[in-house]
């Protein structure tokens, strides 16, 4: 079996962290910066790389400044976990950027975890040595060492959002590396923001746009529940760009969920498109409150996005 993929098979699941109110306190909590990019896992053998998403495809090609970055690195064999952004003036990841930086050299990543090198399994091993085998592994402005800060984590989180950060994740320092979702990482925003499924459009009442409003839901228990519409956040070019990877599709609310005259004017696709909203809050009868279109995420299955 050729290396990379015996790598990608075996390291195959990524951590993921749960959605928590507030930061946790306490020395045996560490804290890093939530970045607003694409989650990545490299694998690197013998001097080939590759670079998949958390969902297991392969975007290698999409991330060539990565992929380099990899290749260069003194190992017999790395897996890494990772998150690609692109940094504004300010030094804030911007995921609209990054969108528009895809397959370009423009895009850099945060290194977080260490899954595997040279032959070792390091999940087994508490988060800070993992992490500290992953400082001394990495050189070079692409690929960097994302670091941490111990304790004092409603600090940390007061002072990311006052930055214009996204939030934090706060990590057990002594903790393993599991598979799936669990309670040793956990991520705080600073704002509410989560990934919904494209449901359908309507088109622009005025001007020239491709279209006026998304409209949005989640699954619960595999039935899809409607969360409201959003209507700003792309551009002319990007709701174009959007409209052509619509695929038609059919109805997948009940007739009552929404207006008669936006049940109209709804045109349904199917339920395949992934995208992340921002928004200040949930109504009471689940709507996004004020959102904002914030781009496609091409790097999640529409069947595992859920309400946080």
């Known amino acids: 079996m050729d290396p990379l993929e015996h790598l990608a098979k075996r390291y195959k699941g990524v951590q993921l962290a749960t959605l928590a109110d507030a930061a946790p306190e306490g020395d045996e909590w560490v804290h890093e910066v939530k970045f607003d990019g694409y989650r990545l896992l490299g694998f690197a053998a013998d001097g080939k790389v590759r670079l998949r998403t958390r969902n297991g495809n392969d975007w290698t090609d999409k991330f060539p400044a990565i992929a380099k970055a990899m290749a260069a690195l003194r190992v017999r064999e790395a897996v890494v976990d990772m998150e690609a952004v692109v940094l504004d003036e300010s ?91 669990g309670r040793s990482w956990l991520k705080i925003k600073c704002g509410r923001r989560q990934e919904f499924v494209i449901l359908g459009y309507s088109l622009a009442r005025s001007g020239g746009r491709s279209l006026g409003a998304l409209y949005l839901g989640y699954y619960k228990r595999g039935k899809m529940q409607y969360a409201g519409k959003v209507g700003t956040g792309f551009s002319m070019q990007g709701a174009e760009e959007l409209v052509k990877k619509f695929t038609q599709g059919e109805a997948v609310l009940e007739r009552d969920e929404l207006p008669a005259a936006e049940w109209k004017a709804i045109r349904w696709v199917k339920p395949e498109l992934v995208c992340e909203v921002a928004f200040t809050e949930w109504t009471s009868d689940g709507r996004a409150r004020h959102p904002s279109f914030q781009g496609l995420r091409e790097d999640k299955d529409a069947r595992d996005v859920k309400r946080e």
């Open 91 to 181: 030094g804030r990841s911007s995921f609209q950027a990054l969108q528009g930086a895809m397959g370009t050299a423009g895009i850099i990543a945060y290194a977080f975890d260490l899954l595997a090198l040279n032959g070792e399994d390091l999940r087994g091993l508490p988060l800070l040595e993992r992490k500290e085998r992953l400082r001394r592994l990495l050189k070079g402005e692409v690929l960097r060492y994302s670091d941490h800060f111990a304790g004092h984590g409603g600090k940390m989180l007061k002072a990311s959002c006052k930055a214009g950060l996204e939030g934090i994740i706060s990590k057990d320092a002594s903790a393993h590396y599991g598979q799936g979702r």
